[in-house]
């Protein structure tokens, strides 16, 4: 959004550039004085946002903590290198965009550069055009190669895509803003006013459409991402869990190893205690650059009755001293078979050779890996159970296992309906801490977005104001100008929502996503919101301008 910015200020300069030109300035004369002065504002700029950073390290520190991202007492220190990265980069990138929009002016001869200044730009250029269509295969390539990672992947599969959108959005936003500009022609002055502008401003719209469809996309493709891998959790984990009671840990905790084996021993109950661990794997293709497996310490003789990982191949009874079972999107990905060995790191980082016995389903909320409890125990940082299932019915169960919930206070006894609400609150508290990080990236869309619409009807007082003095009225200025500024942000809408579905079109093939989940209700919202930053940042200059006298309108300059 940065480049598109400040590429569409720069293409507002043309007049004054085929003007130095004109007077007999060089390209090279020119073109540094545009780059000294796109310079001299970004680093001014960058000095601005790092004094902004820094007045929001506190609130952003306790939003972090409220989400659980961060523990309690966490504090971000200041380095200067961020700041040096952030605003390098930033004056870097508006350079060269500024360099590549003036290219076609001082590429023409002077009287050339003079005369097409005065028309509005008609065709993109060949570099453009060709940088467009290979971020679109790029985006492309990356929904359908990443098919099975489609939620994971979906936010840089929409960020590819916005880049082609940018440099094809005369083609993409453009065209169809001016054939709806068609369809209103005939609604009188004012659809003639809004139609013959969109027509002949494809650039401008593509410049506010763009920045309207970035906040749509990147928004949209976060709902709904977060809201498809929560119903997966839900479902996989509803289909898991046979176990009539649950055992959780009070406040984030954990449950002594005594809380299984107690319940077990109560008349009819089936027990097992669950191990929240993790697993380095070593073999290629499997280290994950470093991260971490989540895994699963369970017995599974005890789970039998309780648990339910819809097993592919093996067996599960064979989980016993370094046998493990992995899920079958760790299997696909790693190409892992039964039987293979795997070279690991624990959870203490103690060396360990795995044997594979077992391939499942239903990894969504439980992990990739399960490994022996005791395994699981005598690695842990800490030897305690993240939950412990029980199958059973009668008073006297009952009876038993509301004692041990009294007799351990970290124990907390849900039923299966609660444990399933208690899963769906946990799967909500996560998805608003991932909020907190996409809040971050939405607002500076949302800030270019308010500037691009800006800079976009500012370039238009000229044209508003021969509409005045032609006898338009401030009424039929303000309607024309919002009518033509609906259209232009419902056609950024349309390509947002269609960038969001392009992204999630994989998510069915995803084992941790499922059909696509739309939360109306924050869909509505988003869509809402897109609308007012599409009005807002173009009505506001023209408002000012028809509520403007006729005789000042006159020495307006352009």
Same mark, same amino acid.
């Given at each position: 959004?940065?480049?598109?910015?400040?590429?569409?200020?720069?293409?507002?300069?043309?007049?004054?550039?085929?003007?130095?030109? %004109?007077?007999?300035?060089?390209?090279?004369?020119?073109?540094?004085?545009?780059?000294?002065?796109?310079?001299?504002?970004?680093?001014?700029?960058? %000095?601005?946002?790092?004094?902004?950073?820094?007045?929001?390290?506190?609130?952003?520190?306790?939003?972090?903590?409220?989400?659980?991202?961060?523990?309690?007492?966490?504090?971000?220190?200041?380095?200067?290198?961020?700041?040096?990265?952030?605003?390098?980069?930033?004056?870097?990138?508006? *350079?060269?965009?500024?360099?590549?929009?003036?290219?076609?002016?001082? %590429?023409?001869?002077?009287?050339?550069?003079?005369?097409?200044?005065?028309?509005?730009?008609?065709?993109?250029?060949?570099?453009?055009?060709?940088?467009?269509?290979?971020?679109?295969?790029?985006?492309?390539?990356?929904?359908?190669?990443?098919?099975?990672?489609?939620?994971?992947? *979906?936010?840089?599969?929409?960020?590819?895509?916005?880049?082609?959108?940018?440099?094809?959005?005369?083609?993409?936003?453009?065209?169809?803003?001016?054939?709806?500009?068609?369809?209103?022609?005939?609604?009188?002055?004012?659809?003639?006013?809004?139609?013959?502008?969109? $027509?002949?401003?494809?650039?401008?719209?593509?410049?506010?459409?763009?920045?309207?469809?970035?906040?749509?996309?990147?928004?949209?493709?976060?709902?709904?991402?977060?809201?498809?891998?929560?119903?997966?959790?839900?479902?996989?984990?509803?289909?898991?869990?046979?176990? !009539?009671?649950?055992?959780?840990?009070?406040?984030?905790?954990?449950?002594?190893?005594?809380?299984?084996?107690?319940?077990?021993?109560?008349?009819?109950?089936?027990?097992?205690?669950?191990?929240?661990?993790?697993?380095?794997?070593? !073999?290629?293709?499997?280290?994950? /650059? $470093?991260?971490?497996?989540n895994a699963a310490g369970l017995d599974p003789a005890a789970a039998r009755d309780t648990l339910s990982l819809d097993v592919r191949s093996g067996s599960l009874a064979d989980v016993r001293g370094m046998g493990v079972a992995v899920s079958d999107t760790l299997a696909r990905d790693g190409g892992v078979t039964v039987g293979q060995l795997l070279q690991a790191l624990l959870a203490d980082?103690?060396?360990?050779?795995?044997?594979?016995?077992?391939?499942?389903?239903?990894?969504?909320?439980?992990? !990739?890996?399960?490994?022996?409890?005791?395994?699981?125990?005598?690695?842990?940082?800490?030897?305690?159970?993240?939950?412990?299932?029980?199958?059973?019915?009668?008073?006297?169960?009952?009876?038993?296992?509301?004692?041990?919930?009294?007799?351990?206070?970290? %124990?907390?006894?849900?039923?299966?309906?609660?444990?399933?609400?208690?899963?769906?609150?946990?799967? /909500? /508290?996560?998805?608003?801490?991932?909020?907190?990080?996409?809040?971050?990236?939405?607002?500076?869309?949302?800030?270019?977005?308010?500037?691009?619409?800006?800079?976009?009807?500012?370039?238009?007082?000229?044209?508003?104001?021969?509409?005045?003095?032609?006898?338009?009225?401030?009424?039929?200025?303000?309607?024309?100008?919002?009518?033509?500024?609906?259209?232009?942000?419902?056609?950024?809408?349309?390509?947002?929502?269609?960038?969001?579905?392009?992204?999630?079109?994989?998510?069915?093939? !995803?084992?941790?996503?499922?059909?696509?989940?739309?939360?109306?209700?924050?869909?509505?919202?988003?869509?809402?919101?897109?609308?007012?930053?599409?009005?807002?940042?173009?009505?506001?200059?023209?408002?000012?301008?028809?509520?403007?006298?006729?005789?000042?309108?006159?020495?307006?300059?352009?």
């Amino acid at each position: 959004m940065l480049a598109g910015t400040v590429a569409f200020a720069a293409e507002r300069r043309r007049r004054e550039i085929a003007l130095l030109r %004109a007077i007999g300035a060089t390209p090279g004369q020119v073109r540094w004085r545009l780059i000294r002065q796109i310079a001299s504002i970004g680093l001014l700029a960058g %000095a601005a946002g790092c004094l902004a950073a820094r007045a929001l390290f506190t609130p952003f520190t306790h939003a972090l903590i409220s989400a659980r991202l961060a523990p309690t007492g966490f504090r971000i220190t200041p380095i200067w290198i961020p700041y040096a990265i952030a605003v390098g980069v930033g004056v870097v990138v508006a *350079a060269l965009a500024t360099a590549l929009a003036a290219r076609r002016a001082l %590429a023409a001869r002077p009287g050339e550069a003079l005369l097409a200044s005065a028309l509005p730009p008609r065709r993109m250029s060949a570099i453009r055009s060709l940088l467009g269509l290979v971020a679109l295969g790029g985006g492309l390539t990356l929904v359908i190669v990443l098919a099975s990672s489609a939620l994971s992947f *979906a936010t840089l599969a929409a960020f590819v895509f916005m880049i082609a959108v940018a440099l094809l959005g005369p083609v993409l936003l453009g065209w169809p803003a001016a054939v709806a500009g068609r369809a209103v022609l005939p609604a009188g002055g004012v659809g003639f006013l809004a139609g013959t502008a969109l $027509g002949a401003g494809r650039f401008r719209v593509a410049a506010v459409g763009a920045a309207v469809a970035l906040v749509v996309a990147l928004t949209g493709t976060q709902v709904v991402s977060l809201a498809t891998a929560q119903r997966a959790t839900e479902r996989v984990t509803a289909a898991r869990t046979l176990a !009539d009671y649950v055992f959780v840990p009070r406040a984030g905790g954990g449950l002594p190893a005594s809380v299984a084996a107690t319940a077990a021993k109560l008349p009819g109950a089936s027990a097992t205690g669950m191990v929240s661990t993790q697993v380095f794997l070593l !073999d290629r293709g499997l280290t994950r /650059q $470093g991260s971490s497996w989540n895994a699963a310490g369970l017995d599974p003789a005890a789970a039998r009755d309780t648990l339910s990982l819809d097993v592919r191949s093996g067996s599960l009874a064979d989980v016993r001293g370094m046998g493990v079972a992995v899920s079958d999107t760790l299997a696909r990905d790693g190409g892992v078979t039964v039987g293979q060995l795997l070279q690991a790191l624990l959870a203490d980082a103690a060396p360990a050779q795995l044997r594979v016995v077992a391939i499942y389903r239903r990894a969504n909320g439980l992990g !990739d890996v399960v490994v022996p409890r005791q395994l699981a125990l005598a690695h842990a940082t800490a030897a305690l159970d993240s939950a412990v299932f029980v199958s059973g019915q009668g008073t006297a169960l009952l009876r038993g296992l509301d004692a041990i919930a009294h007799r351990v206070p970290t %124990a907390v006894l849900r039923t299966h309906a609660e444990y399933l609400a208690g899963v769906r609150a946990d799967g /909500q /508290q996560n998805a608003r801490a991932q909020w907190v990080i996409a809040a971050l990236m939405i607002a500076i869309a949302v800030m270019a977005a308010l500037n691009t619409g800006a800079m976009a009807a500012a370039e238009r007082r000229a044209e508003l104001v021969v509409a005045r003095l032609c006898g338009a009225t401030r009424g039929q200025v303000i309607r024309a100008v919002t009518l033509e500024s609906l259209l232009t942000t419902m056609s950024g809408i349309a390509v947002g929502i269609a960038v969001t579905l392009a992204c999630l079109a994989g998510a069915g093939s !995803d084992p941790n996503g499922g059909p696509l989940v739309v939360p109306w209700g924050r869909a509505a919202l988003v869509v809402g919101g897109a609308v007012v930053l599409g009005l807002v940042g173009t009505l506001l200059p023209a408002a000012l301008v028809g509520r403007a006298r006729l005789t000042s309108l006159v020495g307006l300059r352009e």
